[in-house]
């Protein structure tokens, strides 16, 4: 099930860090683009998690969030996407993705964009399967060498 994160609780927050320090252990600080923790909680920031229901309890499996840029053309930017290794290879990450595309789709973008880097080869192979091509830079970010970007056209 997928939900809009609208508060921080604990597991939450939880992936949030670990995120965190899976991008400090690949990067150097100054090529490392997560949004914080506010701004994710922003109501500019659609931000999401995929959770499964099982007996009692829920667990959340992964998160995404993504911005609408309200330029022309319209476009997104995908943010702190994130599942854990434990919960690698079930889908939720393409499940995210979907969700945060149709979103986007609704707000009128026609093309999703995200920056990664060169040293997540597993995230590169699951955006290249989505339908991602490699682009130029764009936004406010500067030339890296440890920074990889890429797009998608959101078709009907």
Known sequence: ???????????????????????????PPESVHQDDTASLLSEQVYFIGAFQKSHQNELLLGIGAVKFIDV????????????????RGKGAAKIIMSALEARLKDQGADICRLETGPSQLESIGLYQRLGYQQCSLYGNYQPDPLSLFMEKELLD
Request: proline residues 7%.
């Open 1 to 27: 099930q997928i939900r809009r994160i609208r508060a921080l609780t604990d597991d939450i927050d939880s992936l949030l860090q670990q995120s965190r320090d899976y991008q400090n252990e690949l990067y």
């Open 72 to 87: 022309l053309p319209a476009y997104g930017e995908i943010k702190n996407l994130f599942v854990p290794p434990e919960h």
